[in-house]
């Protein structure tokens, strides 16, 4: 599940124009994990297709992603991961860049 939910991220982070592997080296930023929360209401199995949406939810300086994935229609867990903005070598959190806050909350139509 945890590879899963961190695929849809970066995913999403690639279809909003900000890969997460071009933030430290265009952008000098990081969007670490600071925490994750998720609820399990189904079950899977391996090789089950499993349909997970991304909502991203931008606040000053941190990044919330809501999940909701669905297996057959029915909805097999919801979660949150919660993202602060860094700047590369630095232990303290910065205000999310314009532009990112931009893209974010823009977001990907695909993911909704």
Do not use: K
């Not at 849809?8 to 994990?33: C, K, N, Q, V």
């Not at 199995?45 to 992603?65: P, R």
């Amino acid at each position: 599940m945890i590879d899963a939910v961190h695929e849809t991220s970066d995913m999403f982070m690639e279809a909003i124009g900000w890969p997460y592997w071009e933030l430290h080296d265009r952008h000098g930023l990081g969007l670490p994990l600071v925490s994750m929360d998720f609820d399990f209401q189904g079950q899977v199995a391996g090789g089950d297709e499993v349909a997970i949406g991304l909502e991203a939810n931008v606040g000053n300086s941190s990044v919330e992603f809501d999940y909701h994935a669905t297996h057959d229609g029915e909805t097999v867990f919801e979660g949150t991961e919660h993202r602060v903005c860094v700047p590369v070598g630095a232990d303290r959190s910065v205000a999310v860049p314009a532009d990112l806050r931009s893209a974010l909350e823009e977001g990907d139509p695909d993911s909704r």
